[in-house]
């Protein structure tokens, strides 16, 4: 005897088919979805930049704007960039040299961000934070004159009775003080080291106040050629500046024992000069009118 088939067996075997059909078709739908999901991501994943490791190397900042020294416009990021790469060079050291804004690299230096900042002057404040390298250039300031300027001066004191020109801005050194609190000479302060140039050109100051570089640089942007001013013998001021070194870095002591040695042999080979002079010419050059 058959078995009786009930409504609900009729019911089973007409929908059965069916449902099996849907959920066949459901999960062709999910595979193809898939694949397409997977050829858009690789397609995308292919187009990314890929992150390289951090470049090896100690990690170095300076500031922007104090050509010819540094700034990243310049031939080698300038004169003093040149050179702290070269002198690490020299002891088999690479470096990685970054520009930010002055106060934010000194920031970043002291709390380990970076390894070294660059170039900074000596002070007894700064030092109780950060170790100091043998100095990297001195600037000395003098007193120039025109060419065929008759003035002399040996000491400071042989300015008494001229009138010299120093910007706005700029330091007032000790002697210059000095001088000015004895009412002894007469002290122009405009707005711009040209303008100082173009009294001395006009002859209403004896003397420009200035470093040399600044000074020749002036000179050939201002009067034709650098060679249209002249030092006098007197020294105002000695300005020198180092690599400095966090005190709290692991290899403070390391970082800067090797600059200093590779420093020193960068000047005993002579191509610390050549680096000064090619950074020189060329930047006063380019100061041409």
């Known amino acids: ?3 009786a088939i009930t409504a609900a067996g009729i019911r089973l075997a007409i929908f059965r088919p069916r449902i099996f059909r849907q959920t066949r078709t459901q999960s062709r739908r999910f595979r193809l979805i898939a694949a397409a999901l997977i050829a858009a991501f690789c397609s995308l994943a292919a187009t990314l930049p890929v992150v390289a490791d951090a470049p090896a190397g100690l990690r170095l900042v300076t500031g922007p704007d104090y050509k010819p020294f540094t700034d990243p416009s310049l031939p080698m990021g300038g004169m003093q960039s040149e050179i702290v790469r070269a002198a690490f060079g020299k002891v088999g050291e690479t470096v990685n040299i970054t520009f930010q ?3 934010r690299g000194y920031a970043e230096t002291q709390r380990l961000a970076f390894d070294a900042t660059f ?5 007894t404040e700064r030092a109780k934070d950060f170790l100091y390298s043998d100095d990297i250039y001195v600037q000395v300031s003098r007193p120039y004159v025109l060419q065929d300027s008759t003035l002399t001066a040996v000491t400071t004191d042989d300015l ?4 010299l020109c120093s910007p706005q801005g700029y330091v007032v050194a000790a002697p210059i003080a000095q001088l000015l609190e004895r009412r002894a000479i007469r002290l122009e302060r405009p707005d711009s080291m040209d303008q100082c ?3 001395l050109q006009l002859r209403r100051v004896d003397a420009v106040i200035c470093v040399d570089v600044q000074a020749h640089a002036t000179a ?5 050629h650098q060679d249209m001013v002249k030092p006098l013998a007197a020294v105002i001021a000695i300005t020198t500046n180092g690599l400095i070194v966090a005190r709290q870095h692991p290899d403070a002591q390391r970082i800067i024992a090797d600059f200093n ?4 042999l960068l000047k005993a080979s002579g191509e610390f000069d050549a680096i000064v ?3 020189l010419d060329g930047y006063i050059s380019s100061m041409t009118n």
């Open 1 to 3: 005897m058959k078995p």
């Open 101 to 103: 804004p002055w106060l």
């Open 119 to 123: 170039p900074y002057a000596r002070s």
């Open 160 to 163: 008494a009775g001229k009138t």
């Open 197 to 199: 140039f173009k009294m």
């Open 220 to 224: 050939q942007h201002v009067l034709g």
């Open 261 to 264: 040695r590779g420093l020193a």
């Open 277 to 279: 002079k090619r950074q």
